[in-house]
């Protein structure tokens, strides 16, 4: 059963930086597949924050994150990262990483067919 767990959540003050963390157990499918980390706060749907093709090359970012999010990914120890600087109250949102073997920025899944139960993050002004 494939597991994905989320962790470094919290709450910060607007421009401090965060990393969090997504443990992927039990995936023993393909070793090229895309991982991201998605958002979404309440009454809104869930958006992407950044993906990236694992054991290849490409990497989205929302627009609204560019310049201040990294996506990386320790292939060895299958754990997902996200690290973000200048955090803005808009940053708040339950974050949840995805895995899936086609990223589909059209569909509401995103191609993500596993989903971690999300990490709240909050950034107070």
């Known amino acids: 059963q494939v597991r994905l767990m989320e962790s470094g959540g919290g709450s910060l003050q607007t421009g401090d930086s965060l990393r969090l963390s997504c443990e992927v157990s039990g995936y023993t499918g393909s070793k090229i597949f895309w991982m991201g980390w998605f958002r979404q706060v309440p009454g809104k749907e869930r958006e992407m924050v950044a993906a990236?093709?694992?054991?290849?090359?490409?990497?989205h970012y929302a627009d609204d994150v560019k310049g201040r999010a990294t996506i990386s990914h320790d292939y060895d120890n299958q754990i997902l990262y996200l690290r973000m600087n200048s955090l803005k109250p808009e940053d708040t949102a339950m974050y949840y990483c995805g895995l899936g073997m086609n990223y589909n920025g059209d569909a509401p899944s995103y191609g993500m067919e596993y989903w971690g139960i999300g990490t709240l993050v909050v950034i107070s002004s």
């Open positions: 990236t093709y694992i054991g290849a090359l490409g990497t």
